[in-house]
């Protein structure tokens, strides 16, 4: 999600410790200490302006949720949600997706959810996928054994690739959905892009992967 810059953003950042964590390499190992409990910890890389991780938190106060984005004009409009929400279950980071190993231990985060990343549909731009096989080595090793990617797209051509590229990496597919909204799919939190692409009748698709 490209945005102009959000004059201000950097400021806003800094004036919210208690929801943006500014010095992420100083977690690492410490999530559950900055929680301030035990509860699992789920991420989004890409979170974009926060519906998703934010109606996430919302809904599950039992899990602990933290949101990535590189941009962090975009990351400004996530804290925006995650004020208005309230939420207490939510951190934000301004980090980049292909270095989590750096902010996170081996099998930290208990779920990692991609939303409606970026297709990069020329094949030279293959490795920017966040699909690819070596950011799905840094999911694998920041994830517990046997840890979940939840991964929802409007682009086909993206969406067939990642099949491919999880069992291809040995993942187990343990859920597909071709159609999400006319699925029986219970539970289901829209992100932005999601309720734009689906408004206009374009089909949503889903698959959760099992390392």
Request: no cysteine; charged share 25%.
């Amino acid at each position: 999600m490209r945005v102009r810059n959000r004059k201000g953003a950097t400021e806003l950042l800094e004036a919210n410790p208690q929801y943006v964590v500014l010095n992420p390499e100083d977690a690492k190992g410490k999530w559950h200490e900055i929680f301030g409990n035990d509860h699992p910890i789920h991420i989004e890389v890409g979170s974009g302006k926060g519906a998703f991780v934010t109606g996430m938190a919302k809904a599950n106060p039992e899990i602990n949720y933290i949101g990535i984005d590189i941009q962090k004009s975009v990351l400004s409009y996530a804290l925006d949600k995650v004020l208005e929400s309230d939420v207490p279950n939510i951190k934000l980071l301004w980090v980049d997706g292909d270095s989590l190993t750096n902010y996170f231990e081996d099998g930290e985060i208990d779920q990692l959810y991609l939303n409606f990343s970026d297709p990069w549909p020329k094949k030279r731009h293959e490795k920017r996928r966040l699909t690819y096989k070596t950011f799905l080595d840094t999911f694998k090793q920041i994830l517990p054994e046997h840890g979940e990617i939840h991964f929802k797209t409007d682009n086909r051509g993206l969406f067939e690739y990642s099949l491919v590229s999880f069992s291809q990496y040995g993942m187990i597919l343990k859920g597909v959905w071709l159609d999400l909204h006319a699925s029986d799919f219970e539970g289901n939190v829209m992100t932005e892009y999601e309720k734009k692409f689906s408004s206009k009748g374009q089909v949503i698709y889903r698959v959760e992967a099992q390392f």
